[in-house]
Nanobody
């Protein structure tokens, strides 16, 4: 089994910062892509930021310059540093990993359970 466990969410005032972490554990051979998604009430889940194993990074436009994604490949851990938070960043944030459980196996998508981020005005 593979588990992705997020931590670091919470309540913060506008302009504040939070750092999310996502630890992947279990039978993992290789992780290709990792990303952070978020879903606000009544809205579709959207990609916030993603990073490949080679370090290529993508951000959604609304978080550029404020959020920084990083990963520790040795620890199978993903991070999201969120600065200058705005009320519109309020959402449940989910970790996603596209990974291979064993050599020669297929790559599948796995999700964490989500962590709530609430930004008050």
């Amino acid at each position: 089994q593979v588990q992705l466990v997020e931590s670091g969410g919470g309540l913060v005032q506008a302009g504040g910062s939070l750092r999310l972490s996502c630890a992947a554990s279990g039978r993992i051979f290789s992780i290709n892509y990792m990303g952070w998604y978020r879903q606000a009430p009544g809205k579709q889940r959207e990609l916030v930021a993603g990073i490949t194993s080679g370090g290529r990074i993508d951000y959604t436009e609304s978080v550029k310059g404020r959020f920084t994604i990083s990963r520790d490949n040795a620890q199978n851990t993903l991070y999201l540093q969120m600065n200058s938070l705005k009320p519109e960043d309020t959402a449940v944030y989910y970790c996603n990993a596209n990974l291979q459980r064993y050599s020669g196996g297929y790559y599948g998508d796995y999700w964490g359970q989500g962590t709530q981020v609430t930004v008050s005005s």
